[in-house]
């Protein structure tokens, strides 16, 4: 629609302007409505998502403390000789007391060269074919451009050898022995290779270790490319590097075998290709051998398992707190939202002040929140029952954890600190069951799945009423509505624009009118003065 001319109130000597204002305040009146409708919306959603942000914290909280099997199954573990052994607990819940002897550590083998690979000129960092000159090569060697296959096996973690060969790729005419080596070092081969720019060898070290009985640790195959024995120098095997001799038959070490840990445990010999290893879900680090044994004692970290679910009591308290009081929160009608109009008659302290009475309650008496609640209480009281739940372990109450017997508390939980230490110290398995037993019903559910399972199911139903801040106001309920608003709005205010308009119009005719009238007047006027003249 075309703007209308409007014209001010010249010959009416009315302030068009201010009448019309005054018209629109009245027809306005049901649009404020709809924009403090929206603002209510907004507020609810927002209150809604501060909710879902509260249980996502209780849940990972419970995620990250009582949820976990390592939370209860933390110890004070204790060597008398550190230096030599430590021990730490992995995944054990049963105490500790052993003794260790130490007689050897796993070793990792190596082998080296057993001469030079070049002259003083060789330079390492250059290709291969461009160093030929300054190589030494053995049994009639010939470097040449082209694809060239190395083939390396060495011992793995577990104390055995591959069945396969890792084969390694280079080309003289490209690769270097710097460029070579790291090709090996990042290759699955097992091996560390090395190359001392000092004495000109190359040395292949096993990255496990350990002793590896049916033979050698580590293994050049020397049936395809020998560029790793006649080049490089190296033996075929880490056997016969520990055992090779001169041509006087004196033995030249070119490396050593791979040895296992050896130690007596408990009155026990027994060996370990590492020197790190698991028993009993206790890990074990030997660091030097022993004279004497050395003992290990483990013990329950009550204080830890006890600050674990303490702070996870709290966490719940304080979410449960929250919940209440937004249910509770009073709701005050008689403070809308301000409009635009309102704000700008007041201060900022104002505005403060009274938007805090108009969002307030704006989850009063909400049915998602209030049937969580339930079922949260309803999570933390019930029974768990199943056969892993021993006699004394199958409730929070049995275990310290009561419900303050104050109403106004909302179920608030309260620790008894010297039961719930004492029940940690007896048994921290069933404790961690009380919380965490897996179960096809909620009743053998342990605590911590049912709160997480409740909080999910709330969650979820939030969302769907107040989505997330991703979403589209198309996914959610409050959105949807929301839509629904700003369409009423845009209506109205194309209405509002047109009422304006048509005021502005007949307002201009009544002023065209007058003056027109006031012209006759004039023109009358004139006419009969000069009649009398």
Do not use: C, H
């Not at 070290?205 to 395809?224: C, F, L, Q, R």
């Not at 190296?234 to 130690?263: E, Y």
């Amino acid at each position: 629609m075309a703007n209308t001319l409007r014209i001010s109130g010249l010959a009416s000597g009315m302030d068009i302007d201010k009448i019309v204002s005054d018209l629109m305040k009245a027809e306005r009146m049901p649009l404020d409505k709809l924009k403090q409708k929206k603002q209510l919306l907004e507020w609810q959603r927002d209150d809604y998502r501060e909710m879902n942000k509260l249980l996502s914290e209780l849940d990972t909280s419970i995620f990250d403390g009582i949820y976990r099997q390592a939370t209860f199954t933390k110890q004070t573990v204790i060597s008398s000789n550190e230096a030599a052994v430590s021990v730490r607990n992995i995944s054990s819940t049963s105490q500790l007391t052993s003794t260790i002897k130490v007689t050897q550590l796993a070793e990792n083998a190596y082998m080296y060269g057993a001469v030079a690979v070049g002259n003083a000129n060789f330079d390492p960092s250059q290709t291969l074919l461009s160093q030929d000159s300054n190589i030494t090569k053995n049994n009639g060697y010939t470097l040449s451009s082209g694809t060239k296959e190395i083939r390396i096996k060495a011992i793995k973690s577990d104390g055995t050898m591959p069945t396969e060969w890792t084969t390694i790729q280079f080309d003289p005419s490209v690769d270097s022995l710097n460029s070579l080596i790291n090709k090996i070092n990042s290759s699955q081969a097992g091996v560390v290779a090395f190359y001392d720019s000092r004495t000109g060898r190359v040395s292949l070290t096993a990255k496990n270790t350990g002793d590896a009985s049916e033979g050698a640790e580590i293994v050049i195959d020397g049936t395809a490319d020998r560029f790793l024995i006649d080049v490089l120098k190296l033996p075929q095997d880490s056997d016969i590097a520990a055992a090779t001799q001169d041509p006087s038959n004196n033995t030249i070490m070119l490396g050593r075998k791979g040895k296992n840990a050896q130690f007596t445990i408990n009155g026990l010999p027994t060996e370990r290709p590492t020197n790190v290893f698991q028993i009993n879900g206790y890990e074990y680090t030997l660091k030097q051998t022993t004279v004497s044994e050395v003992t290990v004692t483990a013990s329950t970290d009550v204080d830890a398992i006890f600050n674990s679910i303490k702070s996870f009591v709290d966490k719940y308290n304080d979410t449960i707190a929250k919940i209440n009081a937004e249910l509770k929160e009073e709701r005050y009608r008689d403070y809308p939202p301000l409009t635009d109009e309102q704000k700008e008659a007041m201060t900022e302290k104002q505005i403060e002040l009274w938007e805090e009475k108009a969002r307030s309650g704006m989850l009063r008496g909400d049915s998602i929140l209030s049937s969580a609640l339930s079922k949260m209480r309803m999570n933390v009281y019930t029974k768990v029952e199943g056969a892993n739940i021993p006699s004394g372990f199958s409730q929070l109450a049995q275990i310290g954890i009561t419900t303050s017997s104050n109403y106004l508390d909302g179920g608030k939980l309260i620790i008894d600190e010297t039961k719930l230490r004492e029940k940690i110290k007896e048994n921290p398995q069933a404790v961690y069951q009380l919380f965490n037993q897996d179960g096809a019903t909620d009743a053998e559910k342990g605590i911590a799945r049912r709160l997480r399972d409740t909080i999910k199911e709330t969650i979820g139903k939030i969302e769907q009423k107040a989505g997330k801040t991703v979403w589209t106001n198309q996914q959610f309920a409050i959105g949807r509505d929301l839509i629904q608003i700003n369409d009423q709005i845009d209506r109205f205010q194309d209405r509002l624009k047109q009422i304006e308009d048509r005021y502005y119009r007949q307002f201009t005719a009544m002023e065209e009118a007058i003056q027109r009238a006031n012209q006759q007047s004039m023109y009358l006027m004139n006419a009969f003065g000069g009649m009398q003249r």
